[in-house]
């Protein structure tokens, strides 16, 4: 009987390192955002810095707003940042992303689209300890633009 139930101890031990407490079961995520990308100053020699704000509708949160910086090399193209989704309760998914950015002209106001990857890296209330990632697109012109966010996080409020 001893060996027994010491097999089953080094069973759940092992399991329980093979297999860590995980954020829940992944489920898909989207989010359409109109978007309000402002300038605020530079980020070195051919860097935009930006403050990019919205509104907007994602599954599993409903009405959403997102806040944050993002940083555009304008000579490689190339886009990094941070977002704050915040749903209409509170609860919170923030995000890194990085991708790509092509103008289609040489003027501020000219159309731009962009295209990347993102992922989580914080959340509060049902998405506390979320996980998850996706594919991020979209298109600015002027003052306004358009997001898309396409992926999964994992399913909220599954640690609660």
């Excluded at 501020?108 to 689209?113: A, I, R």
Aim: charged share 10%; with cysteine.
């Amino acid at each position: 009987m001893n060996i027994r139930i010491q097999r089953v101890g080094l069973f759940l031990v092992g399991w329980l390192i093979a297999f860590p407490a995980s954020a829940g079961e992944l489920v898909p995520f989207r989010a359409v955002i109109h978007t309000e990308p402002v300038p605020v100053g530079s980020c070195g020699p051919g860097c935009l810095d930006l403050n990019i704000s919205g509104l907007g509708q994602a599954t599993h949160m409903g009405r959403t707003e997102i806040d944050g910086p993002s940083q555009v090399n304008v000579i490689l193209g190339q886009q990094t940042g941070t977002s704050t989704l915040t749903a209409a309760n509170g609860d919170t998914l923030v995000i890194a992303f990085a991708g790509t950015v092509v103008f289609e002209g040489p003027e501020p106001t000219d159309p731009v689209s962009f295209e990347g990857r993102w992922d989580v890296i914080s959340g509060t209330g049902r998405f506390d300890d979320a996980i998850g990632s996706g594919t991020y697109s979209g298109t600015a012109a002027g003052p306004v633009g358009i997001l898309l966010l396409v992926g999964s996080v994992s399913s909220p409020g599954a640690n609660k």
